[in-house]
Structures are given as structure tokens and as C-alpha cells.
């Protein structure tokens, strides 16, 4: 079965400031997908950014990049010049293929401030 | 507009009684899930179906039922089996084929059962 593991339970950050949120994860499969997603107190969960797992270039959505690193299962999540916005809670998850179940890490409260 | 809805947004219930969380998506998504989410935690998946008239069980499906008529609904029956229903359920979809498989959620729904 797959774990997903976050070690940081909460985070703060100056804005404009940088900031990485950690992952790690445990499977047995070559192939997957990773995300991570952004839930502001809304609750509405918003995929933040995607990673395959067969593909070594780190993805990049504008602020928001990964550090993608296969042997190692870590897959970090850097958030740039960080926005008030960027405040919430923000799970990384892992799927094994496609229509399969999302393992979810227990997620990292991300606090921005002024 | 594309989307998943889900309702009602807040639902209040007795304990001993059975409660439907209504679950719509219009994005052709094949695949339907529900997770369930307690505070301060991550997800944890309870039902998903991949086609119409199948469905499998999560890590959590005890006490809980769901049935996939149309390929546009997913609704969750949290019956009075399930001994800790108050929860934050959240229903995603996703497609199975193509390239992008990442899973889209619902507002979600807040279940408060006393």
C-alpha cells in the first residue's frame, strides 16, 4: 500500500517571501502521478501542480514548482514570492494510475504573513 | 459551466438515521470518488466507481453505500452503521484515459450527526 508523509505540520512565511513545504512517499509502482493540492479555508481542494513520475523535469505552475527526486520519493513543493492567498493547507497526494484512489499525506497548514 | 456540485453544503441529521449526500459532475469524467475528512487531517477514500453499475470499496467503506445509476452521479448513503458520521465528505472526478488523470473535487459537503 502507499503511504504519503508530511513532516511539517505547520509552516509560516514573510510575504514575498520563499518558501518549501516537504513529501515523501512510499510505493512499489515505476509509474504514478503526484500532486499537490491547496485547500484555503474554503475547503474547496484546488490541485496546485502535477508531477509523472516518468518524466524527470520538475513541473512548474508560474510561483509554484517542484523538487521531483524518484530514488530518493521526496517531491517538495517551493512556493515563490508567497501571496496572503497562498494561505491554507496543502496536501500532496499520490496516484498509482489512472481512475485509482489518491493517498493523501496528512498535510502542512501554510500561514503567509504581511 | 464545468464542474462538480455537491449538496446540500451543510447537513444536519439525527443519530440512528440514514442521510444521501447528492454528488453531480458534468466534466464527462469516467471516475467517481468519496473521501471523508476529519479535522486536521488529510483525506481518506471511502467508495470510488470507474464506470457506471461498479463501484469499489476504500480504506473506509464500513458503514457507508453508494450506487453509480448514471454516469453523471455518484451519490453516498452514510448509514446508521457508521459509528463516527460527522465528517467533511468531499466527492472528485477524474478521467481514466487520455493524459490527464488528476482528480477534480466538490465544494464538499459538512455532515453533523448528534
Known amino acids: 500500500a502507499q503511504t504519503v508523509t508530511q513532516s511539517q505540520p505547520e509552516m509560516s512565511v514573510q510575504e514575498a517571501e520563499t518558501v518549501t513545504l516537504s513529501c515523501t512517499y512510499d510505493?512499489?509502482?515505476?509509474?504514478?502521478?503526484l500532486f499537490w493540492y491547496k485547500q484555503p479555508p474554503s475547503r474547496q481542494m484546488i490541485l496546485v501542480i502535477r508531477?509523472?513520475?516518468?518524466?524527470?523535469q520538475n513541473a512548474t505552475e508560474n510561483r509554484f514548482s517542484v523538487n521531483f527526486q524518484k530514488a530518493a520519493k521526496s517531491f517538495s513543493l517551493k512556493i515563490s514570492d508567497s501571496q496572503l492567498g497562498d494561505t491554507a493547507m496543502y496536501f500532496c497526494?499520490?496516484?498509482?494510475?489512472?481512475?485509482?484512489?489518491?493517498?493523501f499525506g496528512g498535510g502542512t497548514r501554510l500561514m503567509v504573513k504581511p | 459551466d464545468g464542474g462538480i456540485t455537491q449538496s446540500p453544503k451543510y447537513l444536519f441529521r439525527k443519530e440512528g438515521q440514514n442521510v444521501t449526500l447528492s454528488c453531480e459532475q458534468n466534466?464527462?469524467?469516467?471516475?467517481m470518488y468519496w473521501y471523508r475528512q476529519d479535522p486536521g487531517q488529510g483525506l481518506r477514500l471511502i467508495y470510488y466507481?470507474?464506470?457506471?453499475?461498479?463501484?469499489q470499496k476504500g480504506d473506509i467503506a464500513e458503514g457507508y453505500s453508494v450506487s453509480r445509476e448514471k454516469k453523471e452521479s455518484f451519490p453516498l448513503t452514510v448509514t446508521s452503521a457508521q459509528k463516527n458520521p460527522t465528517a467533511f465528505y468531499l466527492c472528485?472526478?477524474?478521467?481514466?484515459?487520455?493524459?490527464?488523470?488528476?482528480?477534480?473535487f466538490g465544494p464538499g459537503t459538512r455532515l453533523t450527526v448528534t
Open positions: 466507481s470507474q464506470i457506471v453499475n461498479d463501484f
Open positions: 472528485a472526478s477524474s478521467m481514466i484515459y487520455g493524459e490527464n488523470y488528476e482528480q477534480y
Open positions: 508531477q509523472e513520475a516518468y518524466k524527470q
Open positions: 466534466l464527462n469524467h469516467d471516475a
Open positions: 510505493t512499489s509502482e515505476s509509474n504514478y502521478y
Open positions: 497526494a499520490h496516484l498509482p494510475n489512472a481512475g485509482n484512489m489518491l493517498t
